[in-house]
């Protein structure tokens, strides 16, 4: 196994406009930060797991059904009691966006449910901040990605910050530096990195995170492209220009494509790693987001490997 991603796997209630007596109508849509990188990294042509949980419930059976058509491996997916949670999106008179977190089974993911030999037998571990904020899942977030160091096996890690998921932003902060020791890929926006590292500068931030003993740390620039620093040397890949249909997804649809194409390096993904590489791999994956971007959806959206390289 290429990659496996723990954390949630949930539906994005979003409003898509309103019916004739002005009553709001919505789309389920499949979504989840670290189900979304798997996905992205399947397409992409890398082997790709999920371990979380869902509810004995048809949005359950529907993300299930979503993560294997896409060819990810469900054997680490988990049903509980609690209903499938849901992220609700409407929509303001002015386009602005609201959302709201209905949480349910994702966070009662517990840890004699990881799968640990799947783990085991992965090249890298991902999972985002999403499940460090409830539950049995905080957890066993950290427990997972303490067996996967303790294994040899390379973790990934989005703090992709969710205001309304935390009491506070000191509360979110503190749980988001929290696996950072563990961590041997960093993928953070830049709206993300002062809160993190207390500074807004590229250099200075990726430097305060490098010591902490991150391999590679990638900063995402949303249109702009993506910043990078391995080790001592930092660089900045440009974006692809397109076309704007929907951002949703584009940043996991950009790391999925990094860990696909790391994999490519094979067991050991990091090991003798050049900059020249680095720069090769995030032109790859500002691609794969770009394409993303042009087309609506998050998961439907998500570009195949024959895609990028026709």
């Given at each position: 196994m290429d990659i496996t991603a723990i954390g949630e796997v949930l539906i994005d209630l979003t409003q898509t406009g309103v019916n004739e007596y002005r009553v709001p109508t919505f789309a389920a849509n499949p979504g989840g930060a670290p189900a979304n990188v798997?996905?992205?990294?399947?397409?992409?042509?890398?082997?790709?797991?999920?371990?979380?949980?869902?509810?004995?419930?048809g949005f359950g059976a529907y993300l299930t059904g979503v993560?294997?058509?896409?060819?990810?491996?469900?054997?680490?997916?988990?049903?509980g009691e609690a209903a499938t949670t849901m992220a609700i999106v409407s929509v303001?008179?002015?386009?602005?966006?609201?959302?709201?977190?209905?949480?349910?089974?994702?966070?009662?993911?517990?840890?004699?449910e990881v799968d640990l030999e799947l783990i085991r037998r992965s090249r890298f571990l991902h999972f985002g901040s999403v499940s460090l904020t409830a539950g049995p899942a905080r957890d066993t977030t950290l427990f997972a990605a303490r067996k996967a160091r303790e294994m040899g096996v390379l973790v990934s890690y989005d703090p992709n910050y969710?205001?309304?998921l935390w009491n506070s932003e000191a509360e979110a902060v503190e749980w988001m530096k929290k696996p950072l020791p563990l961590v041997d890929i960093l993928k953070i926006s830049e709206e993300e990195l002062p809160l993190v590292t207390g500074t807004a500068d590229l250099a200075e931030g990726t430097n305060i995170l490098?010591?902490?003993?991150?391999?590679?740390?990638?900063?995402?620039l949303g249109g702009d492209g993506?910043?990078?620093?391995?080790?001592?040397?930092?660089?900045?890949?440009p974006g692809v220009k397109t076309t704007i249909a929907d951002t949703n997804g584009a940043g996991d649809t950009?790391?999925?494509?990094?860990?696909s194409r790391l994999c490519r390096r094979g067991e050991k993904p990091l090991a003798g790693l050049t900059a020249e590489e680095v720069e090769s791999v995030l032109a790859f994956a500002n691609r794969a987001a770009a394409k993303t971007c042009s087309r609506s959806g998050a998961i439907p959206a998500m570009p195949t490997l024959a895609e990028l390289e026709s």
């Open positions: 798997a996905v992205s990294a399947a397409r992409l042509g890398a082997s790709a797991a999920f371990v979380g949980k869902v509810g004995a419930d993560l294997q058509e896409n060819g990810v491996d469900v054997s680490g997916l988990r049903t303001d008179k002015t386009g602005e966006r609201d959302f709201r977190f209905v949480r349910g089974a994702d966070c009662e993911l517990r840890e004699d969710r205001q309304a490098r010591n902490l003993g991150i391999t590679l740390v990638l900063v995402t993506a910043f990078y620093r391995l080790g001592d040397h930092t660089g900045h890949v950009f790391l999925g494509a990094v860990l």
